[in-house]
């Protein structure tokens, strides 16, 4: 069983809609991130975040460490937000330098 | 913005081949990752780098590989013979201190044939 969970894994939505990606993790973490990853393969952090909610742009991150879940919204989705969108937690073990457990991600295209 | 570089974008390389993928790091961060992603999966750590030492490393880091940083801002990961199945996109990732996001390198396409 993989330790970090996505859903939905493909998501098709019309521009303007409000989108949710979510998140569930079955280990400790001291954090959880969401990333993005585009067409060709580069990886842009969207937030680093270990309880409540943080806000940037048109993203909105929240996370319930006692149900270990997290989700990821989108507000009035435009075309450019068409990408994958990857949920990775860090381990609450193994001190600072610990690894990123990654999920297998949601592959998101909104449509014009 | 400082960002983290990758060289090359893209490799190819025959089986049996030593490759080396090149990262550099943003200047002032200490804790220094290599990542893959196998086309179609999803990412896995592959090693993990503090204070001129391996701090962790992934069943996949066998004695195949190698990582190096050689003159305090290069960082390398070598495959001394390269396997078919070590076709993937390879990341680099560097982070300040303990307790920051990682930022990472928009990949190597590692290609063997």
């Known amino acids: 069983k993989n330790e970090v969970e996505q859903s939905p894994q493909n998501l098709t939505a019309q521009e303007g809609e409000f989108i949710t990606i979510n998140c569930s993790y079955s280990?400790?973490?001291?954090?959880l991130h969401w990333l993005q990853q585009h067409p060709g393969g580069g990886i842009v952090s969207l937030f680093m975040l270990s309880s409540g909610k943080k806000k940037h742009g048109r993203l909105i991150a929240t996370i319930n460490i006692q149900e270990k879940h997290s989700s990821l919204h989108i507000t009035a989705s435009h075309p450019r937000d068409s990408a994958v969108y990857i949920c990775a937690v860090r381990s609450a073990y193994g001190g600072a330098t610990n690894k990123l457990i990654f999920g297998t991600g949601t592959l998101l295209a909104v449509q014009p | 913005e400082p960002e983290v570089t990758q060289t090359p974008s893209h490799q190819v390389t025959q089986m049996g081949q030593e490759v080396i993928l090149r990262c550099v790091p943003i200047?002032?961060?200490?804790?220094f990752y290599w990542y893959r992603q196998i086309l179609g999966q999803k990412v896995e750590f592959l090693v993990s780098f503090y204070n001129n030492e391996i701090s962790e490393k992934s069943e996949i880091f066998d004695d195949q590989f190698s990582v190096e940083r050689p003159d305090g801002s290069n960082f390398t990961l070598k495959i001394r013979s390269t396997k078919l199945e070590d076709s993937a996109m390879y990341f680099c990732?560097?982070?300040?201190?303990?307790?920051?996001?990682?930022?990472f390198g928009d990949g190597t396409r590692l290609s063997i044939l």
């Open positions: 990732a560097s982070k300040p201190t303990g307790y920051q996001p990682q930022h």
């Open positions: 200047s002032n961060h200490l804790y």
């Open positions: 280990v400790g973490i001291s954090a």
